[in-house]
C-alpha cells in the first residue's frame, strides 16, 4: 500500500489487552520507537506506543485481520494528566462495579475494567464458568456511571495477559509484551523436549502450560523426523548397533553396541539404517553363547509335561478325547493345588493319593472317628448296672 511522501504508517499497541494495529500520521515526522501518542480507533480516542514503521514485513506478521486507524497526535503533558485522572477513575468504576455484581449475586468474577481515554466507553473484564444474564447489571452501571457500558468475557490465559507482571525466567511475561495470539500447548511438546513434567514447573502464571514451550517445538519436531526413531537398527562407524535415545538438538544417537557398549554417536557417522522398526526392548541382541559362564555345557529342552486330568487320575490319553474338554471343546484348564500339597518339581510326575476302597478319589477324605467312651465302673459283685 504506497502512502503520500508526507504520511507514514506506524504499528502501534494500545489499550489493556495489548491491541496491535497500524496507524496513519500524516504531518508529524518520524516517530521513534516508544513514542507515546494519542490514536483514533474504532473504540474512541485512546492512549498508544509506537511500536516500528509500518513495511509489508509487519503486515505479514500482523496476518490479513489487524486494526486500522490514524495517529492524533504526539501526547502532550495535558495529556499524561489526563491519564493519570482516568486512571483514578477506573478504581472508583471498577468497586462500583463489584458492589453491584455482589448485590445480584451474579456467578461472576470481575478481573479488570479499561476506561477509554477519550471517555467514548467502559470495558469490563470478567471470568466465569458460564454464560452470565448481565443486562440488568449493564442497566445499572449506565444510570450510575453515566457512560456507555460493555462487558468482556476471557479465559484464564487472558486474565493473565491482563494481570501477570514476570515469569520463571525473571522475564516479563510473553503474552503481555508481543504475544498476539496465544495458540494451544500440549504436554506432548514439554516431553518431546524432555522439559521436566511437574506441572509446577511447566505452567506459567495462568496455571497453564507455558507459552514458551511452543516455540522450540518446530524444530524438535523437524530433527526428530530427520533423526532415525528410537529401536531402529543402524551401520556406523563403531559397527552396528541399535538407538536407544536421541539428543535431538545435537543431532546426536545414543546406540547400544554388542558387548553391551553405549556410545554417543554423531548423526553425520551414522552410515545407513539398516531398520527402523522401533519399539520392544532397548538392550542390543544378545549373542549366542553370551552370558553363559565358561565350561558349562548348553542346557538340554525340557520335556512338556504331560496335561492332566482334573479329577486326578493321571494324562489324558492321547487323540481328540483328551485333547478337548467335553463341554465345549476348548483345551483342559489346570487344576489348582489342593490343599496340603506339596509342590513339584520341573518334569517330575505328579503323585497319586490312593483313596481308600468306598471313597471317591476328588472326595474329601474321611473325617477321624471320636475316641471310645471309658467303661462305666462295676459294683461290688462284679455286674454292670442296669
Not at 495489548?18 to 485512546?46: C, T
Not at 490479513?64 to 501526547?75: D, M, N, Q, T, Y
Request: charge should be neutral; charged fraction near 30%.
Amino acid at each position: 500500500m504506497d502512502t503520500p511522501a508526507s504520511e507514514q504508517s506506524y504499528v502501534v499497541r494500545y489499550g489493556n489487552t495489548r491491541i496491535v494495529g497500524e496507524f496513519a500520521a500524516r504531518g508529524l515526522g518520524m516517530l521513534p520507537r516508544g513514542a507515546s501518542v494519542i490514536i483514533r480507533s474504532d473504540r474512541g480516542a485512546e492512549w498508544g506506543t509506537v511500536l516500528c514503521p509500518a513495511t509489508e514485513q509487519t503486515r505479514t506478521y500482523l496476518g490479513g485481520k489487524f486494526e486500522h486507524g490514524r495517529v492524533l497526535r504526539i501526547a502532550t503533558p495535558e495529556d499524561e494528566v489526563q491519564r493519570d485522572r482516568v486512571a483514578d477513575l477506573e478504581r472508583d468504576e471498577f468497586a462500583a462495579c463489584r458492589d453491584l455484581v455482589k448485590e445480584r449475586n451474579l456467578q461472576m468474577q470481575l478481573v479488570d475494567v479499561e476506561h477509554i481515554f477519550g471517555g467514548e466507553r467502559l470495558v469490563f473484564y470478567y471470568v466465569a464458568e458460564q454464560r452470565i444474564d448481565f443486562r440488568e447489571l449493564v442497566k445499572a452501571l449506565a444510570k450510575t456511571l453515566q457512560i456507555r457500558i460493555e462487558m468482556r468475557q476471557m479465559g484464564v490465559r487472558d486474565e493473565a495477559k491482563l494481570l501477570a507482571d514476570y515469569g520463571d525466567c525473571g522475564k516479563p511475561v510473553c503474552c503481555n509484551t508481543f504475544l498476539r495470539e496465544m495458540p494451544p500447548v500440549s504436554m506432548k511438546m514439554a516431553k518431546l523436549q524432555k522439559a521436566t513434567l511437574d506441572p509446577n514447573k511447566i505452567s506459567g502464571r495462568c496455571g497453564r502450560l507455558k507459552c514458551c514451550l511452543r516455540y522450540e517445538y518446530d524444530t524438535y519436531e523437524d530433527h526428530r523426523k530427520e533423526l532415525p526413531p528410537v529401536g531402529a537398527t543402524v551401520l556406523t562407524k563403531q559397527g552396528t548397533g541399535r538407538v536407544v535415545g536421541q539428543e535431538l538438538l545435537a543431532k546426536k544417537l545414543m546406540v547400544a553396541y554388542e558387548g553391551s557398549r553405549y556410545i554417543l554417536t554423531s548423526f553425520d557417522d551414522v552410515i545407513t539404517v539398516v531398520s527402523t522398526r522401533s519399539g520392544g526392548s532397548q538392550n542390543p541382541p544378545r549373542q549366542a553363547g553370551e552370558g553363559e559362564r565358561s565350561g558349562d555345557q548348553p542346557s538340554e529342552p525340557r520335556e512338556a509335561r504331560p496335561p492332566r486330568r482334573e479329577n486326578g487320575d493321571g494324562p489324558r490319553p492321547p487323540g481328540p478325547e483328551g485333547q478337548r474338554d467335553r463341554a465345549g471343546g476348548r483345551p483342559p484348564r489346570p487344576r489348582p493345588p489342593r490343599r496340603n500339597e506339596e509342590p513339584r518339581t520341573e518334569g517330575e510326575a505328579p503323585v497319586q493319593q490312593q483313596a481308600p476302597p468306598g471313597l471317591a478319589a476328588d472326595s474329601s477324605p474321611p473325617q477321624p472317628s471320636p475316641p471310645p467312651s471309658p467303661p462305666e465302673p462295676e459294683d461290688d459283685f462284679g455286674v454292670m448296672p442296669e
